[in-house]
């Protein structure tokens, strides 16, 4: 094993049918409004943690939550992981403001997010 270490799961994104009725559903849970609000994105800041809602499951077509570990260094991590026999499922690419998102499969077909801020 190697020293690049995790940052714990602070992402995780929900794949929503409806995005104005999973806003009221979180905000209720969570007793705040969303940080991020748009039309095909919302998402909630709260204790640390980042909970985002994606109608549709977005274009990566999401069927359940993604629980995102956060990385300092994400092609070292799926170097890492896909060596034990993850199967890279969406390769890294940046989604704005230099954040860095992956995510590979494990050996039972189980999502598992990556993510890197540069």
Do not use: C
Request: proline share 5%; aromatic share 6%.
């Amino acid at each position: 094993m190697s020293d690049s270490s995790t940052e714990g799961i602070k992402t995780v994104l929900h794949p929503v049918s409806d995005l104005a009725k999973a806003k009221e559903v979180y905000a209720a849970l969570l007793g705040m409004e969303p940080q991020h609000d748009s039309a095909y994105y919302v998402g909630f800041d709260v204790a640390g943690q980042h909970i985002g809602l994606v109608p549709g499951g977005g274009p990566q077509g999401m069927s359940s939550p993604v629980a995102y570990w956060h990385v300092p260094d994400i092609e070292a991590k799926l170097a890492e992981v896909t060596a034990a026999g993850a199967v890279v499922k969406e390769a890294a690419h940046d989604v704005g403001g230099g954040r860095l998102v992956a995510t590979v499969t494990d050996l039972d077909g189980n999502v598992l997010g990556l993510l890197q801020d540069r």
